[in-house]
């Protein structure tokens, strides 16, 4: 007599991913925040949009992350540890300019790790600078621990030291210089044909007329 076979139990859904592999704890953490980077328009994800493409329910997701704005302030650091790494590859804090031309050296250097940033990682750029990115920023911002808004300060202050620029940069000078690298970061991204001419050449022409118009003496307010 043959014997019958035991039909197996249709397996629950959500319990894995498709390809049947199992989350231990721990790891469905990460694997959200890899799979919202990996997203091509990160700030419009739900956590059950994610859940359902991992292939785990959304219960699973919402015991790592109680809310959307918990998952993306993770990505969101996530992201301004990667800029911050790209910025440490520019130049060292903790070393001053050798002389005028390593001053501008390390600006222009600045910016293109910026302006790369940006073209590499379009999503994750909208993410920490726009429109809602002003909750994420502020809470991307750990105390006591570099942070990437160090490193255009001290590209300023070196230009001031090396004898590049007269004057002590404040504020005002940081956010023009922000103003003018950030805006070719968000023109690229926005495909204007005039900022879509190789990246070097890019951030040599910015960062030129950033230290250009700082060596131009400011109108008294």
Do not use: C, K, N
């Amino acid at each position: 007599m043959e014997p019958v076979a035991t039909p197996q139990r249709p397996r629950p859904v959500g319990r894995s991913t498709p390809a049947g592999r199992a989350f231990h704890h721990g790891h469905l953490h990460q694997a959200l925040i890899d799979a919202a980077l990996a997203a091509p328009d990160i700030e419009g994800l739900s956590l059950r949009q994610l859940a359902a493409g991992l292939g785990v329910t959304a219960a699973a997701a919402y015991r790592h992350f109680g809310s959307r704005e918990d998952l993306l302030l993770e990505v969101a650091r996530v992201g301004f540890d990667r800029l911050l790494a790209r910025f440490a590859d520019a130049f060292d804090l903790a070393r001053p300019p050798a002389d005028a031309a390593d001053a501008q050296a390390r600006m222009q250097r600045l910016a293109q790790a910026y302006l790369q940033f940006a073209d590499d990682e379009p999503a994750l750029w909208r993410l920490m600078f726009g429109a809602q990115g002003a909750g994420y920023r502020a809470g991307a911002r750990m105390p006591g621990r570099r942070s990437s808004y160090d490193h255009l300060p001290a590209a300023l202050l070196g230009l001031h030291r090396a004898g590049v620029i007269a004057r002590l940069p404040d504020e005002r000078d940081a956010l023009f210089a922000w103003s003018a690298i950030h805006g070719a970061a968000a023109l690229r991204i926005g495909r204007v044909p005039a900022a879509l001419v190789p990246l070097p050449e890019l951030a040599r022409e910015v960062a030129s007329r950033v230290v250009d118009a700082l060596r131009t003496p400011r109108a008294a307010t």
